[in-house]
Structure formats: C-alpha cells, structure tokens
C-alpha cells in the first residue's frame, strides 16, 4: 500500500506570506496526487489535481507541483481565507489514501 | 453539477445499529461512484469505501470491511452507510463523496455536508 506523508503538520503565516506544504509519497505515483482545503466545520474541497491542475473555480494563488515520489502546494500572496486544513491524496485501484493534513494559521 | 445532501445528526448508544443517507441530485447518479469519508473529532480524513449505484459494485478500504455496509436504492438516488452494532470510536462526521477520473487519477469533486453520528452511554 503506497503511504502518504505530509510536512509540516502545521504552519503560521501572514497575509501575503506564500506557504508551501509538502507531500511525500512511499511509491512513485507519477502525477496521481490532488490537494484539498478544508475550513473548519466544512466539507473538504478539491484544489489542485494531477499534481498540478488548477480546479475550476479556484484563486491562481493556488499552485501544485511534483512528479513521482515528492509534490508541493504553494500559496502565494496568503488571504485570511485561506485559513484551513490542507490534505494530499492518491487514488489507486478503487481506494484513496489521503495525507495527514497541513494546517494553516494566520499569524 | 451534481449535489449531495445527507441525512442529519444522530445520537446513539453503543451497540445500537444506524444507517445514515446521502441523496444525489442530477440524472447521472447511477454513473460515478458515490464513497464514504470518516473524520473524526480534530483528526484527518479516512476513506472507507464506495459504491457504484448503477450495478452496486462495491469497494471497501481494509481497515473498514466488515465495520460497515453500503447500499444503494436508485428509485431515490440515494446512498446509504450501515452499522449493526455501532461503537464510541464511531463517533465522526461521515461525508459522502463523488469520485472524478481524469485519464488515469480520480478525486472527489463533490462532497455531502457531512452527517455528525455521536456514539455516547
């Protein structure tokens, strides 16, 4: 079973900060990564797919990057709104495993 | 754009059975597979299983089979999770989730608001 591990687990940042949070996959995965966001009390929602496609909808300051074992999420110019929890996650044969979660803070 | 609504919260006891819902709108239902997220209080996301409603296909994670039991009725559009016996360590939201496949990855594109099941003597 391919594990996925994320770092760090959680991070403080201003507005207009830009984070990165990292992604580590035990197997290559090729570009079979995706990224939610989930805001407390809210389902989760997708950000980024194919490690680096931009889901409809979703502000440009959204970025994904990766290939293989290792992958980034990059919010660039930090918004309050962007305060959430951050997932990664691998699909393979009919399961999904997701990553630990990044929890982002406003400083 | 498909919406999933679930049904509300529930209180139970240790050892009571439940079967919570997730309805579907849109006339594809039948098409995409309709899965199960648990998360518990202040933890991550877990996926337990999902089902196909067309033919009631299902998949289940290994740390889930045997724990729960997904059904389908199409006349509704609706999903469904089951217990027999439910446990404290049950308590969590449950999300109902639609998987999306590009050429070769899937991810959830749709989710149901969550349903809190609180397990409690």
């Known amino acids: 079973d391919i594990q996925m591990t994320q770092s760090p687990s959680s991070v403080s940042a201003s507005v207009g900060d830009s984070v990165t949070i990292t992604c580590q996959a035990s197997?290559?995965?090729?570009?079979?990564l995706n990224w939610y966001q989930q805001k407390p009390g809210k389902a989760p929602k997708v950000l980024i797919y194919?490690?680096?496609k931009l889901q409809l909808g979703v502000p440009s300051r959204f970025s994904g990057s990766g290939f293989g074992t290792d992958f980034a999420l990059t919010i660039s110019n930090l918004q309050p709104e962007d305060l959430a929890t951050y997932y990664c996650q691998h699909y393979d044969n009919l399961l999904f495993t997701f990553g630990p979660g990044t929890r982002v803070d406003l400083k | 754009e498909v919406q999933l609504v679930q049904s509300g919260v529930e209180v139970k006891k240790p050892g009571e059975s439940l079967k919570i819902s997730c309805q579907g709108s849109g006339n594809i239902f039948s098409s995409f597979w309709i899965g199960w997220v648990r998360q518990r209080p202040g933890e991550g996301l877990e996926w337990m299983a999902m089902i196909l409603p067309g033919d009631s296909s299902t998949k289940y994670s290994p740390s889930f089979e045997g724990q729960v039991t997904m059904s389908v009725d199409m006349s509704v559009r609706t999903a469904y999770l089951q217990w027999s016996s439910l446990r404290a360590s049950d308590t969590a939201i449950y999300f109902c989730?639609?998987?999306?496949?590009?050429?070769?990855?899937?991810?959830?594109?749709?989710w149901g608001q969550g349903t809190l099941v609180t397990v409690s003597s």
């Open positions: 197997h290559d995965i090729t570009y079979h």
């Open positions: 194919d490690a680096s």
């Open positions: 989730a639609r998987r999306y496949c590009t050429s070769n990855n899937c991810y959830i594109d749709s």
